[in-house]
């Protein structure tokens, strides 16, 4: 990611930090970084939980929710789009090996690849583009993208929540 970007994302998070908005600008920052695949989404959820680590399972859930309604919106947009506009703008897609692995998993397990795309560190695109184009289940790959987000961006924020203590006990304990 760009510095200036990272710079950007965390400047916004301090600012807000103190505001009754905060849930709402993680849930905002996760929403455009999974639209535009800019950034990825742990880039917010390490620095609002370091933060505010009291709060990290509200910002699990936010940056979750922002997430999952960004996929789903992605998955809508691609199949109003279709397969000529993707392959027009993005010829190379078709013939990069993970966008035929994904491809391959999702036309397999369908929702649950879905899912464990939504935990994995894979790029969860490909599967996203597929289930715009070859399935219309916008409901199921919002809760596939929400569970599997949830846990991800918990464990993200729980660990980030116990890093400093830990690090203070390790050198001063």
């Not at 599967?127 to 929400?146: E, N, P, Q, S």
Request: proline share 6%; aromatic share 14%.
């Amino acid at each position: 990611m760009l510095p200036k970007l990272e710079g950007l994302l965390q400047h916004i998070l301090r600012y807000s930090a103190e505001s009754p908005f905060f849930m709402l600008t993680c849930g905002g920052l996760a929403l455009l970084g999974t639209v535009t695949a800019a950034y990825p989404v742990t880039t917010v959820v390490v620095p609002a939980a370091l933060l505010l680590p009291q709060r990290w399972k509200s910002i699990s859930f936010w940056t979750a929710l922002g997430s999952a309604l960004g996929a789903t919106l992605l998955v809508i947009s691609i199949h109003h789009m279709g397969w000529a506009a993707l392959y027009e703008h993005y010829p190379q897609v078709a013939s990069h090996p993970d966008w035929q692995r994904i491809m391959s998993w999702v036309d397999q397990f369908g929702i649950t690849a879905l899912f464990v795309l939504a935990i994995s560190p894979l790029p969860q695109t490909p599967g996203l583009i597929f289930f715009g184009i070859a399935r219309h289940d916008y409901l199921l790959v919002f809760l596939a993208m929400l569970a599997g987000k949830l846990l991800k961006y918990a464990a993200f924020a729980y660990v980030t929540k116990q890093f400093p203590n830990r690090f203070e006990r390790l050198f001063h304990g």
